[in-house]
Every structure is written in C-alpha cells, then in structure tokens.
C-alpha cells in the first residue's frame, strides 16, 4: 500500500494519479487531516505563533517567524504547499496544492487568491483522474485580491499579478501582468538608485 512519500514522489512528478487508485486514497486520508487543522486555523482567534504552528502541522514543515497569515485560510492537502521568508497571506486564500506550491521569499498574497495546482482528464471516461502541476512563485511576487493562478504556472522574481487576473501562463520576472487570461502590460519599475555623496 502506497504512503504519503509515494504520493507526494508522483506529485512532484507529474504523474496522473488515477480516480479510485491507491495514491488516489492515500491523498483522500491525508485531505481529511487538511480539513480538520484548516478548520481549527479557522475557528476562532489564534495569534501569529499559533498560525504558524498550525501552519507547520499543516504543511510538515517549519514556518519562519517572519511569516504573517491573516485567516480564513483552506487548504486541499497541506503537505505540499512550502512558504518562504518574511511571506504575508492575506485573508480567504485557497491552496489546492495537492501539485506543489512555492511561495518564495518576500512575497505578497491579496485577500482570496486562489492556487489551483490539479487538473482532470478531458476523456470522460477518465474525468476523475488528477492531473497535478505546481505552481512556483519566485521571490519578492506581489499577487492582488482575487486572483486565480492555473497549474503548472511560473511567477518570475518581483513580479506583479494584478487583481481579478486569471493566470494561465508563466509570467516572466519583473512583469506586470493583468487580465484573464492574464496578459504583460509592463515592466516593474527600476528601484531608485541611492543617492550620490
């Protein structure tokens, strides 16, 4: 019987993990316990150390002191979504990240974005078969309210996602994307250079 190490080797992978497969159910059990810490993270008040905490049971990972998560957060599966450095995640955020998601360093998340990283089969007779790709965001990403990111979508260094876009493609580093589909409309601006002396 295949376990969590077997499941997340083929998530990573890319693999289609087939409807009703044992790696189908080893996701099921592990969804469950999602459920059950979001709904704790959820319920009432907890201060950033008790975020983080749960976080950490979340996700199986150590959450940095840096990181500041305004609830209600839900999360698919937990054990495959990774949060960098000195990260902020505004409230009603959803990780489907089953597929992987990287949240790197310095990044800024609005209020209800949504991280979809599974997709199903066209073929009908094969609809509940996962198809997972990870979403990846570099560091220092400013992504607005209400933003859909698609799987298998790169988000370059000190790029901007504009709210209300629907990314369906990677968005080179420095850009400034909006719209759905998601499109560039311009460069991040150069930091300003230091004053002469």
């Not at 992978?13 to 316990?33: A, C, F, K, N, W």
């Not at 008040?45 to 998560?69: C, F, K, M, P, W």
């Not at 370059?156 to 850009?175: I, L």
Request: some cysteine; glycine content about 10%; charged content about 20%.
């Amino acid at each position: 019987m295949p376990d969590l190490h077997d499941l997340l080797t083929a998530l990573d992978d890319g693999q289609t993990i087939p409807g009703g497969s044992p790696l189908h159910e080893v996701m099921h059990r592990v969804s469950q316990d999602a459920l059950r810490l979001t709904g704790e993270l959820n319920g009432g008040y907890h201060d950033q150390a008790q975020v983080r905490d749960l976080l950490a049971q979340l996700t199986g990972t150590t959450i940095a002191e840096s990181v500041t998560v305004f609830p209600p957060l839900t999360s698919d599966f937990g054990r495959n979504l990774r949060i960098g450095q000195r990260v902020f995640i505004n409230s009603g955020c959803r990780f489907q990240d089953q597929g992987g998601v990287r949240i790197g360093d310095d990044c800024l998340i609005g209020h209800n974005t949504v991280f979809a990283t599974l997709n199903h089969h066209l073929d009908p007779t094969r609809r509940a078969d996962l198809l997972p790709a990870a979403i990846v965001l570099g560091r220092n990403v400013w992504v607005g309210a209400n933003v859909t990111i698609l799987p298998g979508v790169r988000i370059g260094d000190d790029a901007v996602v504009a709210a209300a876009s629907v990314v369906t493609k990677d968005v080179p580093a420095g850009a400034v994307v909006m719209g759905s589909p998601a499109r560039v409309v311009r460069e991040v601006p150069s930091p300003a250079s230091p004053p002469r002396g």
